[in-house]
């Protein structure tokens, strides 16, 4: 430094080699977004029991559940326990491939010739407790990149 100037001398003291190292284990997500699928699924199967949709709105409760004082969308439980997530690199993909989930999910005309109306009963979704939850995933990921535990 020249004479007379006045200045800060920066000792990075491995803060490269720890952004570096944080960088490559965020790179990995493979961990986060399977905690996340977990997460929701879990939180999806809960909305069979409690009947209702993500954002808490009850399910108009089904004749058969009336009937024989049973659980709507939860006969045989085939849809509830085919709820399962599939990752991508970067997504996480929550869902069933139950053929007749679509018309519980979204509601419409089924039935021979379309004669029953079946109303929705959203089970698929996120909720607020959802984004909370997965929000501190995420957070927990971040830090433990940086080698710490929040």
Do not use: C
């Not at 080699?17 to 965020?26: E, K, M, N």
């Not at 997500?29 to 699924?41: A, C, I, M, Y």
């Not at 959203?122 to 927990?140: M, R, T, W």
Request: hydrophobic fraction near 35%.
């Amino acid at each position: 430094m020249a004479k007379g100037k006045t200045g800060v001398t920066l000792n990075w003291g491995g803060l490269d080699r720890v952004v570096g190292g944080a960088a490559r284990s965020l790179a990995d997500r493979r961990g986060l977004l399977r905690s996340v699928g977990e997460t929701l699924v879990s939180s999806t199967v809960k909305r069979f029991r409690d009947g209702e949709s993500p954002e808490g709105d009850p399910w108009v409760p089904s004749a058969r559940a009336q009937q024989e004082g049973g659980v709507t969308l939860v006969d045989t439980a085939r849809l509830r326990n085919s709820i399962g997530y599939a990752t991508t690199t970067d997504a996480v993909l929550v869902g069933t491939s139950v053929e007749y989930a679509a018309i519980h999910q979204k509601g419409g005309q089924t039935g021979r010739n379309h004669a029953v109306t079946m109303p929705a009963r959203q089970f698929i979704g996120i909720s607020a407790e959802d984004k909370a939850e997965v929000g501190d995933l995420l957070a927990n990921h971040i830090a433990a990149a940086f080698g710490g535990k929040r």
